[in-house]
């Protein structure tokens, strides 16, 4: 079983292949719902990044790396933003690569990172099957609309090899809808959270609740988040 990512399979994140990779038929309001995300990351992309590198890393993250590394194989950062936690997964000793919408956040995740970082919709993962030992979504499926969740489940399952690793966080709370960002947020409660991913064929084998005081970029209102490690059995 290869531990190290072939970059050679995708090239660089500038590849055609890369840049469209989109679901296909995608709902008008799902479509709808992404404008006002991408637009926010990729206009605040510099600031984005100064505020989530100045956070710890996830209180999850040594165990999760931990795990990886008694399993073996590469790790996806899905949704790896502008690439703290990616770039700590690979000092670390892991293969790292990054997968994310934003095209000025990649652009900042490889360079403070130097992992390899291809760009996509997290609805149509360009990956082939059982490639990765583990896959890092810290704060990124929270983004897609509800019923998108399922399937994208489905194919991180896919992606990840028998007796991988699967980390999400979430924000917990009650419907979905944009933000006064126009950032596009779906929230769960923790059995909801814990359900989707036992039903996609998960083994969960860890989950907790923790609150942030004050939010990431700047919001003085406090964040309840719930996170979730699972297995591919």
């Given at each position: 079983m290869s531990t190290h990512f072939d970059t050679a399979r995708f090239g660089s994140m500038t590849s055609s292949r890369m840049l469209t990779s989109k679901p296909h038929g995608m709902s008008a309001a799902a479509a709808a719902s992404d404008i006002g995300t991408m637009r926010y990351y990729d206009e605040h992309a510099t600031s984005y990044a100064e505020a989530t590198r100045a956070q710890p890393l996830h209180p999850t993250f040594d165990?999760?790396?931990?795990?990886?590394?008694?399993?073996?194989?590469?790790?996806?950062?899905?949704?790896?933003?502008?690439?703290?936690?990616?770039?700590?997964?690979?000092?670390?000793?892991?293969?790292?690569?990054?997968?994310?919408?934003?095209?000025?956040?990649?652009?900042?995740a490889t360079e403070f990172s130097g992992c390899p970082v291809i760009q996509g919709d997290l609805r149509a993962i360009p990956f082939e099957n059982e490639?990765?030992?583990?896959?890092?979504?810290?704060?990124?499926?929270?983004?897609?609309?509800?019923?998108?969740?399922?399937?994208v489940l489905l194919e991180v399952l896919r992606i990840l090899q028998v007796g991988g690793y699967f980390f999400s966080s979430i924000k917990t709370?009650?419907?979905?809808?944009?933000?006064?960002?126009?950032?596009?947020?779906?929230?769960?409660?923790?059995?909801?959270?814990?359900?989707?991913?036992?039903?996609?064929?998960?083994?969960?084998?860890?989950?907790?609740?923790?609150?942030?005081?004050?939010?990431?970029?700047?919001?003085?209102?406090?964040?309840?988040?719930?996170?979730?490690?699972?297995?591919?059995?």
């Open positions: 165990s999760f790396v931990k795990r990886l590394k008694m399993h073996g194989g590469p790790v996806l950062d899905l949704g790896c933003g502008a690439g703290r936690d990616l770039r700590a997964l690979s000092q670390r000793g892991l293969s790292a690569v990054g997968f994310d919408a934003s095209r000025p956040l990649l652009e900042l490639m990765f030992g583990g896959v890092w979504a810290s704060a990124s499926l929270l983004h897609l609309q509800r019923g998108d969740i399922p399937n709370g009650e419907g979905e809808g944009p933000d006064s960002s126009a950032r596009w947020f779906t929230y769960f409660h923790p059995n909801e959270w814990i359900s989707l991913v036992r039903e996609a064929g998960f083994e969960v084998i860890e989950s907790q609740a923790s609150r942030q005081n004050i939010g990431t970029l700047g919001s003085q209102a406090p964040v309840a988040w719930f996170d979730c490690t699972a297995r591919k059995p």
